[in-house]
């Protein structure tokens, strides 16, 4: 099981397209459901803020295997991982994210297994 939170900064005047980004996802969430059973992905959950006059958003993914996710996500020729990609590249400062491995997670993760 993989659980991982990226940090990654807005480019600048990219905020109100990162809103319509998320709004889209928002606005696509049952489909967008659907393509992470595909990818074996149990939780993706985003948050923005504001730091330092700058915005940021924060994504939380707990899936099986981040690689495969990546994968097939990736590979999935699904037009809402396309526009998903494509608001991404529009929107973050790739040489601002951060990956970040958590030091504890508590809880039933057996909830998650595939059966």
Same mark, same amino acid.
């Given at each position: 099981? !993989?659980?991982?939170?990226?940090?990654?900064?807005?480019?600048?005047?990219?905020?109100?397209?990162? =809103? $319509?980004? #998320?709004?889209?996802?928002?606005?696509?969430?049952?489909?967008?459901?659907?393509? +992470? =059973? &595909?990818? =074996? $992905? /149990? +939780?993706?959950? *985003?948050?923005?803020?504001?730091?330092?006059? %700058?915005?940021?958003?924060?994504?939380?993914? +707990?899936? !099986? !295997? +981040?690689?495969?996710?990546?994968?097939? %996500?990736?590979?999935?020729?699904?037009?809402?991982?396309? =526009? /998903?990609?494509? *608001?991404?590249?529009?929107?973050? !400062?790739? $040489?601002?994210?951060?990956?970040? $491995?958590?030091?504890?997670? #508590?809880?039933?993760?057996?909830?998650? &297994?595939?059966?």
């Amino acid at each position: 099981m !993989d659980l991982v939170l990226w940090k990654a900064k807005v480019i600048e005047g990219k905020e109100d397209l990162t =809103k $319509e980004w #998320l709004n889209f996802l928002k606005a696509n969430k049952k489909e967008g459901e659907e393509t +992470l =059973k &595909q990818e =074996k $992905e /149990h +939780l993706e959950i *985003y948050f923005t803020n504001m730091e330092n006059g %700058a915005m940021y958003v924060y994504m939380f993914v +707990l899936a !099986d !295997d +981040l690689e495969y996710a990546g994968k097939v %996500a990736a590979a999935s020729g699904n037009p809402l991982d396309a =526009k /998903h990609f494509e *608001y991404m590249a529009a929107c973050i !400062d790739t $040489e601002s994210v951060v990956q970040m $491995e958590p030091e504890l997670a #508590l809880g039933d993760f057996t909830v998650f &297994q595939q059966k």
